[in-house]
T-cell receptor, first 116, second 109 residues
């Protein structure tokens, strides 16, 4: 079964440093998303991406964050100047149809980001 | 703003019992509802997807119902096994997925 692949599985970074989280969505999916889950809290939406543009973003997704599809397979989330409160599990997801309306979303296994 | 609530927050049952997990949401204008399983520290595994026009969806021992007008979904797991121990998340889709906090299930052998 096709998978969404995320790397690394765990990243530790110093406060103030930049991190890039990487994702390889399912190959025939056109819509890509980032979600995050702070320990003990709900999974929350960050951003959706289609056709090399952000489609929607949440209030969490401020200027500290950016997304990019640098080539035909990768989808990245960059966090500039990380803060302690950015520590969370970050999930990449993809869908074949807009907003997962027909077939739902497929999630990756996540990157656990720890900011120290 | 869509709010998703899952009750109960935790459930512990002996092996073989049936499980009933509840999910409610505030805005019925959704595309679909998806149930996920999450093991500790792991990713989200999709279990069932119910379109907004459907009432029910089944996969093996799992059955999910949807009553969109009342903003409710129920996940039934028949004949529970210790391997079913995990957190089960309900998520409703409008322009994004909105997740509940989950029900943590423990099945005792």
């Amino acid at each position: 079964e096709p998978e969404v692949t995320q790397t690394p599985s765990h990243q530790v970074t110093q406060m103030g440093q930049e991190v890039i989280l990487r994702c390889v969505p399912i190959s025939n999916h056109l819509y890509f998303y980032w979600y995050r889950q702070i320990l003990g809290q709900k999974v929350e939406f960050l951003v959706s991406f289609y056709n090399n543009e952000i489609s929607e973003k949440s209030e969490i997704f401020d200027d500290q964050f950016s997304v990019e599809r640098p080539d035909g397979s990768n989808f990245t989330l960059k966090i500039r100047s990380t803060k302690l409160e950015d520590s969370a599990m970050y999930f990449c997801a993809s869908s074949e149809v807009h907003r997962g309306s027909l077939y739902g979303y497929t999630f990756g296994s996540g990157t656990r980001l720890t900011v120290v | 703003k869509q709010e998703v609530t899952q009750i109960p927050a935790a459930l512990s049952v002996p092996e073989g019992e049936n499980l009933v997990l509840n999910c409610s949401f505030t805005d019925s204008a959704i595309y679909n509802l998806q149930w996920f399983r999450q093991d500790p520290g792991k990713g989200l595994t999709s279990l069932l997807l119910i379109q907004s026009s459907q009432r029910e969806q089944t996969s093996g021992r799992l059955n999910a119902s949807l009553d969109k007008s009342s903003g409710r979904s129920t996940l039934y797991i028949a004949a529970s096994q210790p391997g079913d121990s995990a957190t089960y998340l309900c998520a409703v889709a409008d322009y994004k997925l909105s997740f509940g906090a989950g029900t943590t299930v423990t099945v005792r052998a």
